[in-house]
């Protein structure tokens, strides 16, 4: 698993693209509450700043999603980051593949 500062908004509130604005409110309450410093469950797992820093990413990732616009905005980054991201792949590939011609 990636560390939660290098996942996507979606990741970081573990629901899907498609998630209906419900399904984003409830993943948020949960997570936030799995994290909050009177958790039991999320202090056996990450301790004060660790904590902190996860529950700030998951207040921005909430942030984004909930607003439409900032959603549709989001999810275009995202598009355009895996597009250059497929063809850097395509790009290294036809490298590799030159040289070992």
Do not use: C, N, W
């Not at 993943?27 to 797992?45: F, H, Q």
């Not at 902190?52 to 607003?67: G, N």
Request: net charge negative; charged share 35%; glycine share 4%.
């Amino acid at each position: 698993m990636r560390p939660v500062s290098e996942q996507s908004h979606y990741e970081v509130l573990e629901i899907p693209r498609d998630a209906r604005t419900d399904g984003i409110e409830r993943a948020y309450r949960l997570i936030l509450a799995t994290y909050s410093e009177e958790s039991i469950a999320g202090y056996s797992v990450v301790r004060g700043a660790d904590a902190a820093a996860i529950r700030e990413r998951v207040e921005t990732a909430y942030r984004v999603l909930s607003d439409g616009k900032a959603r549709r905005s989001y999810d275009e980054s995202l598009a355009e980051s895996r597009v250059a991201e497929a063809m850097e792949s395509f790009a290294d590939e036809e490298l590799a593949d030159a040289h070992a011609a």
